[in-house]
């Protein structure tokens, strides 16, 4: 009867990210200002790869069909599989962390936040550029125009995600530590 009053504080704490996320990730901001990807990171570290990947890929879903700036349509699948990998990354980090000290922590989340930020951008402009060969044009056209186009969204989206990392990601997981506990993989 205990095992399921531990299960409680994490199903919460789950439902309270989805929640928070999608709440975010709907409300009407800048382009490419986001916390979806620090959320989906911390879903992995916190709980585990696999949560990591099927958290990211939800809230993409949901967010392809009622994001404010519009349906996804065929960018979505792509958008899913840049947060789930980003899920992913989350918790295999989660395995090389020995301890949190300040300074040196924020900095790692900083680089990480822009590099998974780059890769996913990358994955999702892959998606308009098969878009554009659907619509006729010569794939190496489609790709040179889907990364020109998306360039400037691009290092807005690396820019934030680098202040958003370095700053939020030791907070959420002290926090969650200290109120759910330590280690939440069983």
Not at 41 to 54: C, D, T
Not at 95 to 100: H, K, P, T
Not at 130 to 151: E, H, K, Q
Not at 165 to 173: K, T, Y
Request: aromatic share 14%; hydrophobic share 55%.
């Amino acid at each position: 009867m205990q095992r399921p009053l531990k299960k409680t504080p994490l199903i919460a704490l789950m439902s309270v990210l989805v929640a928070l996320c999608l709440a975010i990730q709907l409300s009407p901001r800048p382009p490419n200002v986001e916390f979806t990807s620090l959320f989906t990171f911390s879903a992995g570290f916190l709980f585990n790869p696999l949560f990591g990947i099927l958290f990211g890929c939800f809230i993409m879903f949901v967010n392809g069909f009622l994001s404010p700036w519009g349906f996804a349509g065929l960018n979505m699948p792509f958008q899913m599989a840049g947060m789930g990998l980003i899920g992913l990354a989350g918790g295999l980090y989660k395995r090389f962390v020995r301890e949190f000290r300040w300074v040196a922590f924020c900095f790692e989340a900083a680089v990480l936040g822009a590099f998974l930020t780059v890769i996913y951008d990358l994955i999702t402009n892959i998606g308009v550029a098969i878009s554009y060969v659907i619509m006729g044009v010569p794939f190496n056209i489609a790709i040179i125009t889907a990364l020109a186009y998306g360039a400037p969204f691009s290092l807005i989206h690396v820019s934030s995600n680098v202040a958003v990392f370095g700053v939020a990601f030791l907070p959420i997981i002290k926090v969650v530590n200290k109120h759910v506990g330590g280690e939440q993989n069983d």
